[in-house]
């Protein structure tokens, strides 16, 4: 039996309060409701998908790394790392695998600090704005990009 494609979702600091905080921006979707439609989504996009999250720089750069060794794809949303962490882009663009950029707001509707991503200049693509939305398009494009 041939092995799935396997997808690493990341989400970073805050999203774990997906539901109550700012649900005028970021939805009522809750970080494990998400996780569960990624789940879902890559299933029926024939990948194997495991989430995780984050508030720890660091945590995230250690996961992208491992993530040269057992993933074919990454989906991230660095949230407020998108604007701060050069380190995380770093991680993303050492370890060579499709990345697409994630975000559940428009961030460039919002304040103008969140406008520049450091993640974007080494992602694949990069879809905001569209809710949890975005992240079945992500797998999508991932899943296509696999299949060549």
Known sequence: MARLPHILVLNGPNLNLLGTREPEVYGRTTLAELEEFCRTSGEALGLSVDCRQSNREGELVDWVQEARDSAQGLVLNPAGYSHTSVALRDAVSAVGLPLIEVHLSNIHRRESFRHHSYI?????????????????LALQALAQKLKG
């Open 120 to 136: 974007s200049a080494v992602a694949e693509g990069v879809i905001c704005g569209l809710g949890v939305e975005g992240y079945r």
